[in-house]
């Protein structure tokens, strides 16, 4: 099953994934890395940015965990292919400079705003999406103008509550692996502001529920959205 091909006008199709425990963290305290993904849903997930035009993370997730945005072809039983763009938020030029994302193998953005100083690699786009942060209402249309139609959101929690805060996606998927964490420092899906009104909430629809290995991948789109055929 891969990202939609269908999307709003002038913004991608929009594909949120992550996967979390089963009270809803992504990481352990303090935002340790925690495994989460069963095998069966890392395959899911390596389908996933394999359609995938490109795959946006924030520059928090660079820092801690320095991803490479790959695609594991060998996971999907397939030979070496071509790799999505790999998107990264970094509003004030935080990227290390010895991140992955800028080892030049794959093509790269950087989504920053009006207020950072930092240069990147010549290999490297720069895109300026806000004027003291990247606004996601901004740069979804900027990607969209790059050619990209399909994109695949990773995480951390401040890139989860953006977009789904704003409502510019088109499915969310969840992996619920089966274990609790708990405590105050694990990040939780969702962060940010806090929601002090119903009206306020991120209203959305369940349309598929899967077991998949020990745990199980809740999929919902936006209530009141059409369903979006995989």
Known sequence: MGIPNEFPARRP???????????????????????????EDLIRVQNLRAHADAILIGVGT?????????????????PPGHNPTRVVVDGSGRTPEKARVLDGSAPTIIATSERAQRTFPPTVHTIVAGRTQVEIAEL???????????LMVEGGAEILSSVLRTRLFDRL???????????????????GPETRAPE????????ALERMGEGYVATYIPRHASPVPP
């Open 140 to 150: 979804f249309p900027l990607l969209y103008g790059l050619g990209i139609r399909r």
């Open 200 to 207: 306020e909430e991120v209203a959305l629809e369940l349309v």
């Open 173 to 191: 998927t969840i992996y619920y692996a089966p274990v609790v964490v708990g405590g105050a420092t694990a990040p939780p899906i969702v962060s």
């Open 13 to 39: 199709a929009v594909w949120v994934n992550c996967a979390a425990s089963l009270d809803g963290r992504l990481a352990l305290a303090g935002g340790l890395r925690a495994r989460l993904s069963s095998t």
């Open 62 to 78: 660079v820092i801690k965990d320095d991803p490479s945005l790959r695609v594991h072809w060998e996971l999907l039983g397939e």
